[in-house]
């Protein structure tokens, strides 16, 4: 068996750790003579399961009793309708848009009400985040939506948005756990778990208790009230049971690591490492303006499309896997969640420095 270092934005590297405990437990689960995958979602074996998944998470995010979490489906793109759907009540809300997914969640929101663009940074390609220290926030707004780590682009608020007062709504899929989130600035924090927690497949949403209600706009289906699944514990269907049995595990492996300021000191290191070589390369360049850069993702550039391409396909041969960076920017992106070891890092680091040596 070989690993490669794989720096995907996601589906992305899951611990080590996390992946053989599965194998083990994958013919027999503690006894029961079945996989997780092949258990009723109704049995006390897979209640119990959920159960301490939402425990363990309420103990890391340090979540308090006012919020519910939700496993759901459809990923975080699905909650790019339900947000609106659930909370825009005077059908406006105010997007900050700094990025492709905030853009989707904006376009999304539109089709329900006045979804305000209230800041962008698409005037500079998304390369950092706008000041949010006194936006034009509508007075009608029901929420200010923001999309905290932009995975595309690189950039991370590093401070929270002043909302004046409105309810402050936050995508987190690409830095969900990668460090501690004060979970009562949100109204809702949710993110998709292929990123930084888990398999594709599910979005976990944190959410406010009052938020959660039976005012919804009219036409809402049944399954994308809050209220519904909230009402039945994330289980009014079949949930995905295979995907709350891992992203268990992978929050029992953050807390075996020392919770979220732990994950946070150790990103910090990993980032820094590929940073400073960023900073110092003469060959090599950063995209982002350097106090909005994300922990988790890191895009960079030669300036020279075709050396970016050599660069990619060389990286691969040496196990350095999923540079390539979105299709919408080009050039690389290294996707440093907190799965992948710092190992990993100062392998990619060798090659650039290499790679640099050889083609300047
Ligand atoms: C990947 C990603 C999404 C989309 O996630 P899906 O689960 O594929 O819908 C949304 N927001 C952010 C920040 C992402 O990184």
Redesign the pocket.
């Known amino acids: 068996m070989s690993r490669v270092y794989n720096f995907s ?2 589906p992305a590297v899951l611990p080590e750790e996390v992946l053989r405990e599965a194998a083990e437990e994958m013919m027999d689960y503690r006894g029961c003579g079945m996989s997780v995958m092949e258990m009723s979602h109704r049995s006390k074996m897979f209640q119990n399961i959920i159960d301490e998944a939402e425990a363990d998470l309420r103990e890391l995010m340090q979540i308090p009793d006012t919020y519910k979490v939700l496993f759901l489906q ?6 790019f309708a339900q947000i609106p759907m659930n909370l825009m009540k005077n059908r406006v809300a105010d997007y900050i848009i700094t ?1 492709n ?1 905030a853009k ?2 904006w376009q999304e929101a539109s089709i329900y009400g006045k979804a305000n663009k209230a800041a962008s940074s698409e005037d500079r390609t998304f390369s950092y985040i706008p000041d949010c220290s006194d936006l034009p926030i509508d007075p009608e707004a029901d929420y200010v939506y923001i ?6 682009y690189g950039t991370k608020f590093h401070s929270l948005p002043n909302t004046k007062g409105k309810l402050l709504v936050s ?4 830095c969900f756990l990668s460090e501690p989130h004060d979970v009562e600035k949100y109204g809702i924090i949710y ?2 778990v ?2 930084n927690v888990g398999p ?1 497949g599910m ?1 976990i949403a944190v959410i406010r208790e009052d938020l959660i209600t039976d005012d919804v706009l009219p036409g809402t289906p049944t399954m994308m009230k809050y209220k519904t699944q909230a009402d039945a514990g994330s289980m009014y269907n079949t949930p995905n049971c295979w995907d709350i049995y891992i992203c268990g595990k992978v929050f029992k492996w953050i807390q075996s690591l020392g919770g979220l300021q732990a994950m946070k000191e150790r990103n910090e290191k990993k980032a820094k490492i590929l940073y400073d070589f960023l900073d110092q390369s003469s060959l090599f360049r950063g995209t982002v303006v350097r106090e909005d850069r994300s922990l988790m993702n890191v895009p960079f550039v030669t300036g020279d499309a075709e050396l970016d391409a050599r660069f990619v396909a060389e990286a691969k041969k040496a196990g350095l896997e999923n540079l390539k960076g979105h299709r919408s920017v080009g050039g690389m992106r290294a996707s440093i969640y907190n799965a992948m070891p710092l190992e990993g890092v100062e392998a990619l680091v060798k090659f650039m420095s290499e790679f640099e040596k050889e083609n300047c």
């Open positions: 934005a996601g459809g990923g975080a793109s699905l909650q990025g997914w989707k969640a999309c905290e780590n932009n995975t595309i995508d987190v899929s690409s993110g998709g292929q990123k594709a979005v």
